[in-house]
């Protein structure tokens, strides 16, 4: 079809907290899709808080982006050529291996059709798409929460966080929220959380939980390691869950060794677990999770609350706020007019 | 029945390692049992790593020896005087609530018959008893341990270790062993370890539990803490889990926070769960497997070592012994011929 397509291209790896000079824009050619294949426009991309592993050089979970190569990342948009079975013009797709960039050719299996009657299509990327299946399956299955526990949840206002406190809530638990915001905190409570505490605000941040928490903290979704984890650990309820899901308090020293105080006193003496977190272990399991998640949005069980920057000019500015938690809600990036 | 009762009491909480002076000896006259109590005449005494955190003033799982009370500690002896139904004089009994003393009067309830015919009776301080229960449940409930994983146990030859490893290697797993000397390891290749590696000699741990498990650890018995945590900890496979049973590498800085690397990391991109234990919590659960393992005893499955000390005036430093690694299977004392 021609044209050019805009992409973002890893610079540089960051020496700690990123800035914009770590990508470069570039102007390519609009690719064509082979058999299998379907070029998609992009409408929303995403950023999250695990790209800040994929730009560093250390090993992670995944492979990394090497120099040159387009940024990794989620992104929702129209089929705007088919050679796949089953896509046709126009049908709305979501995929994890979208990138940065305008269009992008997929292969059928890494596109998932979205269906734009269930909610807004970008949806697909936030509550109705990872960040949703991550706090259902954290809380659900890797935490096991139960009724009248207290469900302690960082970045309680992101992706992450807004969906858990509302499964929490939903599951007869009381959800506390941790978030760098009065205006966040109180966007919580409307959610059904029943108590937050602002990390950004506390003086003593442990005894801020520990007020939060007075019986102490059945389960924590852990989203940022750092000071409030931290924190958190020391406020553990007997046979406590730590669902260690994200490190972004980390991102400005991600290549360095995390040091400072080491919890097994707590972990042998509240018999607490701290355990792993990777949505993709559940990628069987994505079907039935969806179709839940879709019910409780469609019944107004499920609120989701999205921070929109325009133009892909912007996707690094974008990804930066959330690295500092200056995001509202799910932070996405509109690409262009549907 | 008169006669005078030596007993051990704590003189001061320890600052750091402790050292003799932290107790002092004392005769008292030898109690009467009053209705539904025992009077027991101690054979062996056990000195165990947990009694470093009750001798602390910081808050822990059980409640703390106070200055001037007798210390605490497990003991197996022979009835001299029953006032409770169902025990007899000339019985032996274990108790966990024995002290460090010549002679305890024991509620019935706190107090275990021993069969002697079963095994030595001091294996019930030991294999049969409390270490014995903790590698037992420890592996086959918290870690799960399954065929062909690999177990890194430290302490290996200690009370918990040794027993730790002919279980893993019974139930198919590849035990690898630490522990601080050759002789300990080739003591543990003995009992079925496939592998060992000398914590005080090597001179990059991390390094050469890397080698030891090549593909990588699956279950770590931590029963340590310290160094050989913070090196085993770069070597876990996917899925590992780490059983925090002791932390007796802390024993010198038991009352300050302990500082280092923190591993959520790790424990993301493996999936990895770190997970308290106390043997405790399995109370209702002791008969299955003390039947389980004086089994395996009885068939020559289960081989146990003990590092006798004879004496009751040498408790304190047969403690310390424990604390520093110089022990060379389970720690005892034996007070008195039988």
Redesign the interface.
């Known amino acids: 079809m021609g044209g050019v397509n805009r992409q973002w291209v890893l610079a540089s790896h960051p020496k700690g907290m990123p800035d914009e000079s770590n990508w470069r824009l570039r102007e390519v050619p609009i690719p064509e899709p082979r058999s299998d294949e379907v070029l998609v426009r992009a409408i929303y991309l995403s950023v999250d808080p695990y790209m800040r592993a994929r730009i560093s050089p250390s090993k992670?979970?995944a492979k990394g982006v090497a120099v040159g190569e387009v940024m990794q990342g989620g992104g929702v948009g129209e089929v705007v050529r088919s050679r796949a079975p089953g896509f046709s013009e126009g049908d709305i797709v979501e995929s994890m291996s979208f990138g940065w960039q305008e269009h992008a050719v997929l292969r059928h299996e890494v596109a998932t059709k979205v269906d734009p009657s269930l909610a807004p299509i970008q949806a697909a990327l936030g509550g109705l798409g990872m960040p949703g299946l991550t706090a259902y399956f954290a809380l659900l299955d890797a935490a096991r929460i139960q009724p009248g526990e207290t469900v302690l949840i960082s970045a309680a206002a992101g992706a992450v966080g807004q969906v858990a406190g509302q499964i929490a809530k939903m599951k007869g638990c009381r959800p506390v929220a941790v978030a760098g915001s009065e205006e966040k905190l109180a966007w919580c409570r409307t959610l059904g959380y029943d108590a937050g505490v602002n990390y950004r605000a506390a003086p003593d941040l442990m005894k801020a939980i520990r007020e939060a928490c007075p019986n102490g903290v059945d389960v924590f979704l852990?989203n940022t390691?750092g000071p409030i984890?931290d924190a958190a650990m020391q406020s553990l309820a007997m046979r406590a869950r730590v669902i260690?899901?994200?490190?972004v308090a980390l991102a400005g020293r991600f290549e360095e060794?995390?040091?400072?105080?080491?919890f097994?006193?707590?972990?042998?003496?509240?018999?607490?677990?701290?355990?792993?977190?990777?949505v993709f272990?559940y990628k069987d399991r994505y079907p039935e999770a969806l179709k839940e998640l879709a019910a409780w949005y469609r019944d107004g069980k499920l609120q989701l609350r999205e921070d929109v920057i325009k133009g892909i000019e912007n996707m690094p500015k974008a990804f930066l706020r959330l690295l500092t938690g200056d995001n509202f809600g799910k932070q996405l990036v509109k690409v262009m007019a549907k």
């Open positions: 992670n979970y852990d390691a984890h260690v899901c994200g490190r060794p995390d040091i400072g105080p080491r097994l006193d707590r972990i042998l003496t509240q018999r607490a677990r701290v355990q792993g977190f990777l272990d």
